[in-house]
């Protein structure tokens, strides 16, 4: 609970420093300095909610579910995102798995013309 008043409590502080500097702005030098401070603190805005939505969307450490050895991936994934591009994997090795048959057996018809 301390941690979220905390958050809450600078995130006030910025908000008034904001507002304080797009105020200071106006006064030094009129509306093309308070255009470049609005400018940076949106951006600023925006990279802190991408990067706080990109973490709660996706974690950066994979969650392995069920028992299993080191290293071992598990059986279901955790989001669908991951169940996506496994999916789009295993697709990908039966492909090259069916490719690397036909080329064996391509090889071994060529052999048997030639010695026979």
Do not use: I
């Amino acid at each position: 609970m301390k941690d979220a008043r905390d958050l809450q409590f600078w995130g006030m502080v910025t908000v008034v420093g904001a507002a304080l500097a797009v105020v200071a702005a106006y006064l030094a030098d009129g509306a093309a300095l308070v255009w470049a401070v609005a400018s940076v603190e949106a951006l600023l805005v925006m990279v802190h909610v991408a990067r706080r939505f990109r973490r709660a969307g996706h974690p950066a450490v994979h969650v392995e579910r069920g028992g299993g050895r080191d290293g071992e991936r598990p059986d279901a994934a955790h989001c669908e995102r991951c169940r996506r591009a496994r999916e789009l994997g295993a697709e990908a090795v039966a492909r090259r798995d069916q490719r690397a048959r036909h080329e064996r057996q391509a090889r071994h018809e060529q052999q048997a013309r030639q010695t026979g």
